[in-house]
């Protein structure tokens, strides 16, 4: 029977006083952590008489190390990081500074490359990074400043004082598949914040509970997802040059569903590629993990990983839905930065110069809190008029309307682009309305059975072992490791819907998006349509597409016992 993780209830847990909680130790946790470290250290020389402290401040990360579960393409523009350490350049681990770009059309077999890169796609003076190596040194920063950074502890559940946010619990550690207590058991802290930062990134756990229990997108359009499949290649020198990008656009997806390829030459003649689908594809049984497949298939592609040897694989989902589904950012006793807020330009898929700019804009909002003595929404408010001021709007702006230009497919999609580049990001409409992605996946009813133009994409891929790989052999080297005894942390809300209704109208494609094989239906005759829902939750790599894209609504992701995850290095 299915056991599914919630937090013990009749537990005495230990109560630690905060006065800064940032749940989240990605790119926006550690900026917001660092310049309110500055801030401080500002204020304390120029008062000796009135210190503030840095003791109570915490940064909690669910991955057993820094930037172990952080997944990114990844280009840095460095905008932000010049602000908040002028000269970062000199240490910080970048790989190599983009010097060549180009943007292709793919058909089946051939290519086009566009005569000129489109401006959001230039990318000269930005920097290949791995995000894990770059989120250690950042994160090592913070930890030489004094603050706390409690790696392998999750935020689970907020806790609330009436409707101000006055805290989060952490993960109960030592709970056993049947969510009963080990004789190592630990319970979670009571982690009591005057200000809590949810810098939790892409469908952040903690942020989903409190959009949902104050109501934050209402009047906003849904938040939209794509999720990007993403493998390391080492190749034979020569093949392409570090600092060099290629993004694809078209093969091997059709015209119905919005994704595209990036490709990275970093150092050592390591080749980052991935490709973004679109979490709004109308067919159920379309695999992510398959598009990659297919798309290094393409003798383009073929011939630049000829010889070469995959070395890491994972995934992550990124929110697409632009200005018009990013939620208020603050109120009383909380802000939510980042990914988790859905400050990312899909435009140029981009998001970690937004993210710590929100974290150091924030930490300015914090620190104004501190001094005030009071974190209430009055003040807090602060934080959304600062975003409203700042580059991030004017960025955000210009692209307000692009992804959901794309609802009706591509060639409608280009047609908007082409016409909001014109028009400052308006195009033909100041707001485009947009819909969740899940609600327009189709019903297998309403499909060819035989897969129609997207046959190529669809169900789960073999794999030849040296260019393409099947979900398993691909999930090895995400490093992905769990505690085996623990209750699963992928909720079904109502299994019944999964056994009655879901596997006949949808085929059950939680099997088919989850990139790690975490979903499976297995034969039982006992049940109702010859199969049950079996999970395998030790796979997951956290990258919270099945909570976004299930087409009912019933998975909720929540975290596992701290420190399970994928073990991301160089990604
Ligand atoms: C495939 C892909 C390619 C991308 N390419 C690029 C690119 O080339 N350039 C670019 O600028 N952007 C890119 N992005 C976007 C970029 O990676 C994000 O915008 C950025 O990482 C967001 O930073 P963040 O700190 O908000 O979130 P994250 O980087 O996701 O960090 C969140 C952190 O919080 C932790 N966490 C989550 N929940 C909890 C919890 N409850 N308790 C404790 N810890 C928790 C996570 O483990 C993680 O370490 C890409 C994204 C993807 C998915
Ligand atoms: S179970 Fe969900 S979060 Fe985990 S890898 Fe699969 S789709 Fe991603």
Redesign the pocket.
Known sequence: MLVFRKPLEGIERPQMEADVVI???????MACALRLSQLIDEHNAKNPDAQLSKENIYV????REIGQ?????????PRSMRELLPGFEKEAPLDAEVTKEAVYFLTKTGKFKLPITPPPLRDHGNYVIS?NRFVKWLGSKVEETGITVFTG???SELLFDGDRVAGVQTDDKGVDKANQPKSNFEPGYDLKARITIL????R???TKQLISRFSLDKDRNPQTYGV?V?ELWEVPSGRIQAGEVIYTMGWPLTTKEYGGAWIYGSKDNVVSL?F?TGLDYPDPRLDPQRVLQEFKKHPFIASLLEGGKMIRYGA???PYGGWWAVPPLAGDGWMI????AGL?NSQR???????IKSGMLAAETAFEALTKGDASAATLAGFQKRVDSSWIKDELWKVRNFHQGFEHGFWTGMFHAGIQQFTGGRGLRDRYPGKAGYQLMKPLADLPANGGDEAHLLGPYKGNGKLTFDKLTDLYHSGTKHEEDQPSHLIIHDTNICEQRCIKEFGSPCQNFCPANVYEMMDDSAAPNGKRISLNPSNCVHCKTCDIQDPYQIITWV?PEGGGGPNYDGM
């Open positions: 749940v989240g130790g990605g790119p926006a946790g909690l990360e669910k991955s579960h952080c997944l990114s393409g990844a280009l840095l523009d995000i502890f999750a935020g810098a939790e990134g892409t952040g756990s903690l990007g993403k991935g973004v992550k989902s990124l930065l980042g990914d988790s990312l898929l981009k998001g970690i110069h937004l993210a975290p």
